[in-house]
């Protein structure tokens, strides 16, 4: 199974950084790897698919970079909303698998 | 708009068996693998099991492999998960989740499985 991990597992930020979330596959999964965000007592939402590719509806200031086994979710400019636990998760091999999630608290 | 509705939860027995449902609308659904995945409380996401557009085949991980099944009523734009020998470690909101090319791109609000005697 790929495992994936994220780090790190939480992040304290002041509101207008610009901060790097890690994702980190134990193997190759070329660019299937996206990234959710989930904020507090709600389901979760698709925020970049495809290492890079961006989401209509999905803020600009979340970016994504990466391929093989070395991913980051960037966020330019955090606002308060974006409190939430942010997950990736690999779309390349059976089974499909999450990491355990990077939470995001505001300062 | 894709909307994703999930019902059937609640209070089960260990080694008793449920069925969730999640009815689809917004979108062509025999167009679409759809998949459940499930985070216990307090925990992360866990996949649970896929299914291709036309139901033909099936994936699911080792957790739940031969207890889980998933199935779809295309003309019902309906998913389903038929869950049987449930155990505690089963205990879980489950999300019915439209899955593209690898990414769940919708997510259901999702339903409460609580498995106790």
């Known amino acids: 199974d790929v495992v994936l991990t994220q780090s790190p597992a939480t992040l304290s930020v002041t509101p207008g950084e610009r901060i790097s979330l890690s994702c980190r596959a134990s193997?190759?999964?070329?660019?299937?790897l996206h990234w959710y965000q989930q904020k507090p007592n709600e389901s979760p939402r698709l925020l970049i698919k495809?290492?890079?590719q961006s989401i209509s509806g999905i803020p600009s200031r979340f970016s994504g970079s990466g391929s093989g086994t070395d991913f980051t979710l960037s966020i330019n400019g955090v606002e308060l909303e974006d409190l939430s636990i942010y997950y990736c998760q690999q779309g390349n091999s059976l089974p499909f698998t999450f990491g355990s999630g990077t939470k995001l608290e505001i300062k | 708009e894709v909307q994703l509705v999930e019902t059937g939860g609640g209070l089960v027995q260990p080694g008793r068996s449920l069925k969730l449902s999640c009815v689809a609308s917004?979108?062509?659904?025999?167009?679409?693998?759809m998949s459940w995945t499930r985070q216990a409380p307090g925990k992360g996401l866990e996949w649970v099991a896929s299914?291709?557009?036309?139901?033909?085949?099936?994936y699911y991980p080792d957790s739940v492999k031969g207890r889980f099944t998933i199935s779809r009523d295309n003309a019902q734009n309906t998913l389903y998960l038929q869950m049987n020998s449930l155990r505690s470690e089963d205990t879980a909101t489950y999300y019915c989740?439209?899955?593209?090319?690898?990414?769940?791109?919708?997510w259901g609000q999702g339903v409460m499985v609580t498995v106790s005697s």
């Open positions: 299914i291709t557009n036309s139901g033909g085949s099936t």
């Open positions: 917004g979108f062509t659904f025999n167009n679409y693998w």
């Open positions: 989740t439209r899955f593209s090319l690898g990414a769940h791109d919708y």
């Open positions: 495809y290492a890079s």
């Open positions: 193997e190759s999964v070329d660019t299937y």
